[in-house]
């Protein structure tokens, strides 16, 4: 059984099942039964029922991933948390359309916001490109002349890296006709000795190291420092 304990409600997961048990305060439908009542010992979600829940998270609000790798929320809509697009109450769980096509493999409901995780190859990529952002800026912040140049450099090298790990997902891709990284490690070990996969490995392994600067790549590092 999995349990998670937010603001001021409990959530418990039976492993057998899938089924969502939900008690405590029940304000802004948060329990997921349809209502505000409180409920002083565990009920069932029916809401959920018919479908196998695999994780939850609680805060302010309730957020459950399915089988399927939907994500369902309910409870305070403020700030749009629910990710509906509104900041309207939920009184029972809704799927989160903005995750459509994709398979969610990890959820968390904070005070005023949600936090979702994709399992996709290709996501992986865009995280990486988009925290580097933050090191070329903090790098060509420098006090010296050098900075700006340090600052290129890095932007080059981590252009190049970047590029190599795209090449390498995409040809993962081509092998397996797959993205989600559940998926993949299951189809993986069919074309694992193939040459295309082979040369993806060595495409990721080479554009992660330059990005790392692990030796013998790391030669832009120093005017980075």
Known sequence: MLVAAGDSHSMALTTD?????????????KLGHGNWQDQTLPKKV???????????????HSLAITADGSVWSWGSGDYGKLGHGDQQRQLLP???EAFAGQRV??????????????G???????????SS????????????RKALTAAFSYLIMG?????????GIGLMYQMTGTLN?????QRLPAVMETRTIHVAFAFITVGAGIKLAVFPLHQWLPNAY
């Open 181 to 185: 990284i559940e998926d993949l490690s």
């Open 105 to 118: 493999v990890a959820v968390s409901a904070g005070n005023e916001s949600s936090i979702a995780i994709t």
């Open 46 to 60: 029916e809401a959920l029922t018919a479908r196998r829940v695999v994780a939850v998270s609680a805060g302010v």
């Open 159 to 167: 252009t190049i890296g970047g590029t190599f790990i795209l090449i």
């Open 17 to 29: 099942k899938g089924h969502l048990y939900t008690w405590g305060l029940g304000d802004y439908g």
């Open 133 to 144: 952002l933050s090191a070329y800026s903090l790098i060509a912040l420098g006090n010296r």
């Open 120 to 130: 996709d190859a290709f996501n992986i990529f865009v995280f990486l490109e988009v």
């Open 94 to 96: 809704k799927k989160v």
